[in-house]
């Protein structure tokens, strides 16, 4: 069964063991597990069971405390779990289904943003197998449009999760699949979201001149202020890598402007771009100055826009990511041991939540400073 566990219970393993005086080795055997496994739950490489937690919580003395940070996670809840598994196999969908499914939709992205990627792929491929086997049974009736929007955006989500988790392949297969369904159900929102995440994938991936064509077909799409704002910075920031500087400055001041007016009505964005505010706007200038060439007002735009994060937010992986970035800036600045100081908060990041891809880009930073 998926398991959601929280991204601190590693910091708090390893710190009551060490006040217990105890190694792993000798911690394994009074909890009926391996020193490797244990290696493993401290450094965030691997989900312990709510029972494997209880016996921790025994043994160093944490009246509960770690198994409180497990929780063994349905497909969806208990009772939505029931209605969802009904009308997957009979094929009748109402609107109430479609609410629960809308509603579980946005539970999950904001413990996403709490708990990482990674903690949240299994359970979402879990619940996104459901939901397909209700897309391929359901009636053309008033019900198929919204279920079919809906489908969409947890296909959008997936390819997020995939491709943050370093499952580029699986990732862009999901993307293909939402931009299939947000067609049929006629969002152009979701479209255009969906082509922007192709160009992130291009980002991620290296392939520039892709990114700034997806994200250019994104901001071509009749969406909201915001989700073309979206697609106008990160089309910005492509040509940022391809050393455009005029066109990228030009991108981002407009970006800007589809932003600020995009607060002015705030009704007209849909609910997945609850994250896109003024301080990811920071966030994505500061990174564009950091490819131009810019160290200094790069550092200034990323610590600002991190500073103002909400604290729920701040050690997730993906922004684990941009503090890396202010790392590797302050680096160009010849700000060693600042740099240094970021590189390690991003290293707990991805130690917390087993972020793979974090890892790596915080590894290569370290080499950087090490040279």
């Excluded at 290696?39 to 494997?52: I, L, S, V, Y």
């Excluded at 609107?95 to 990482?116: F, I, Y």
């Excluded at 003024?278 to 490819?291: D, I, M, N, S, V």
């Amino acid at each position: 069964m998926p398991r959601i566990v929280d991204p601190r219970f590693p910091i708090l393993l390893r710190t009551l063991r060490q006040q217990r005086g105890l190694t792993l080795r000798a911690l394994a055997p009074l909890v009926l597990s391996s020193r490797s496994h244990l290696a493993d739950f401290e450094h965030g490489r691997k989900r312990p069971t709510r029972e494997t937690a209880e016996r921790l919580d025994e043994v160093l003395g944490a009246d509960g405390a770690l198994a409180a940070m497990v929780r063994e996670e349905l497909p969806f809840g208990s009772g939505e779990a029931d209605r969802l598994q009904y009308a997957a196999r009979s094929g009748r969908v109402d609107a109430a289904t479609v609410e629960s499914l809308a509603a579980v939709l946005a539970h999950q992205r904001r413990l996403e943003d709490a708990v990482g990627s990674s903690a949240m792929v299994a359970p979402v491929l879990a619940q996104l197998r459901l939901i397909e086997a209700m897309v391929n049974g359901a009636r053309q009736d008033e019900t198929w449009r919204p279920l079919i929007d809906t489908a969409g955006q947890w296909a959008h989500f997936a390819g997020w999760l995939c491709t943050t988790t370093g499952e580029h392949d699986q990732g862009r297969a999901w993307y293909q699949r939402g931009l299939e369904w947000a067609t049929e159900a006629g969002n152009p929102h979701l479209l255009a979201t969906i082509l922007s995440m192709r160009g992130h994938l291009a980002w991620v991936r290296g392939q520039f001149p892709a990114m700034v064509g997806h994200s250019r077909a994104a901001a071509w799409q009749p969406a909201s202020l915001g989700v073309r704002a979206l697609a106008v910075q990160q089309e910005a920031r492509g040509l940022a890598l391809l050393e455009d500087a005029r066109a990228a400055e030009d991108g981002l001041d407009r970006a800007e402007e589809l932003a600020v007016r995009a607060t002015d009505h705030p009704e007209a964005e849909p609910d997945w771009m609850y994250f896109y505010d003024p301080t990811f706007f920071q966030l994505q200038r500061g990174l564009a100055q950091h490819y131009l060439g810019r160290p200094d007002r790069a550092a200034e735009l990323l610590s600002g826009g991190l500073d103002r994060l909400p604290a729920e937010v701040r050690q997730s992986d993906w922004i684990g990511w941009y503090v890396v970035q202010l790392a590797s800036a302050h680096a160009a600045s010849g700000e060693a041991d600042v740099a240094r100081s970021r590189i390690g908060e991003a290293r707990s990041i991805a130690d917390a939540t087993g972020a793979t891809r974090l890892s790596r880009d915080v590894a290569e930073v370290e080499r950087a400073l090490d040279d």
